[in-house]
């Protein structure tokens, strides 16, 4: 069965550190993997998405992911923290097609402090 | 561009009572969903529905969860009776097949909040 696995529930920086969130997958078949941020009291809106076509994925708000197959992993980056990007970061993967049945992770917390 | 519409915000019930959500995708949107986000966790798909049919609903509890999107419109999910357990962000996201004939991106609503006491 497909999952991911979030490693670390709150994750703090300073503002304009680097960001690096993680994330690991399980997948018996070559996954479509996800980014999605919730901002308190809104809906998930995706970040980025990892579908195939590159390893290298860039999003909005400055974040990228790579796919490394060897590693199963999808981690999130972003250069320069800023304080609008403390949200609730979900890493989600599906076997099933773009879009198709996301499993999500627990999510991680990311803090920014000035 | 009107984004999902969910209401109401916040709900507050007792166990064994029965509650429903309502849910109003993005106009055009065929594909709608109902995840259930338990505080500490990822959102968990409930049901999913293409039109006003079911695609998939194995992971809802069918003998308390119930949902239906009878127009192929709007949506309601509904619990009854509610269990202290089911204290959770209801989510509805909603999105529509590309070229390709795949879903492009979902659109989730700000979610309905239950507190079962």
């Known amino acids: 069965a497909q999952s991911v696995t979030q490693l670390g529930s709150h994750v703090s920086v300073s503002e304009g550190a680097l960001v690096l969130l993680r994330c690991n997958y399980s997948s018996s078949v070559p996954p479509y993997l996800f980014w999605y941020v919730q901002y308190p009291n809104q809906g998930l809106q995706l970040l980025l998405k990892y579908t195939s076509a590159a390893t290298l994925v860039k999003g909005i708000n400055g974040f990228e992911a790579e796919f490394k197959k060897s590693e199963t992993s999808f981690h999130l980056t972003k250069p320069s923290a800023h304080m609008s990007d403390a949200a609730e970061y979900f890493c989600?993967?599906?076997?099933?097609?773009?879009?198709?049945?996301?499993?999500f992770g627990t999510g991680t917390r990311l803090l920014v402090s000035p | 561009e009107a984004g999902v519409a969910q209401s109401p915000r916040y709900k507050i019930i007792e166990k064994r009572q029965s509650v429903a959500f309502w849910c109003n995708p993005i106009?055009?949107?065929?594909?709608l969903y109902w995840y259930q986000q338990i505080l500490g966790q990822g959102p968990k798909l409930l049901i999913q529905?293409?039109?006003?049919?079911?695609?998939?609903d194995s992971q809802l509890p069918k003998d308390r969860f119930s949902a239906e999107r009878l127009k192929g419109v709007d949506s309601t999910l509904k619990i009854q009776p509610a269990k202290l357990e089911d204290s959770a962000v209801y989510l509805c996201a909603s999105s529509f097949p590309g070229s390709s004939g795949a879903n492009e991106k979902l659109f989730f609503g700000s979610g309905t909040q239950l507190s079962v006491l």
């Open positions: 106009s055009g949107h065929a594909t």
């Open positions: 529905f293409q039109n006003n049919g079911v695609v998939d």
């Open positions: 989600a993967v599906s076997d099933q097609g773009d879009f198709q049945k996301l499993v």
